[in-house]
C-alpha cells in the first residue's frame, strides 16, 4: 500500500524534506499495533524529536541513515484502519518506510 498523489504532506514535517536523520530508536509494544518510534532529525541546525505511537510494517533497507528524500504524509483522509501517517524515503535508496496511527513532536533543540 502507497501513498497517493491525493495524500497531504504532514505538516510537523514543513521544510524537513533533506533533513538528516540524527537517531532513531524503536520500542517494541506488548501487542502487535503499539509499537513506538522515536524519530531526531537534524536540519539547519536544529535537532527535532518526533514520536510515532502504532507504528507498523517498518522498512530499512541498505542506504539507511542516508535518507535521499524523507516525505511524511497525512492518509486519514483514506480512513484506514488505525493508520494516519506514511513515512518514505522519496529517492529510490528507499533507505526507510512505515506506517503510524499517530505522530508528535516531543523536542526541538539547537545541535
Known sequence: MASVPSDPAHPLFEGLA???VQSLRFERGDTGDNHLLELVLRHDGVLRTFRFEGVTNLRLQGRFPDVGWLQVFDVTGR???RLSIH???GEQNEAIEFWAAS????????A
Open 18 to 20: 533533506r533533513a538528516e
Open 79 to 81: 480512513q484506514l484502519d
Open 87 to 89: 513515512v518514505l524515503d
Open 103 to 110: 505522530v508528535d513532536e516531543i523536542a526541538s533543540s539547537v
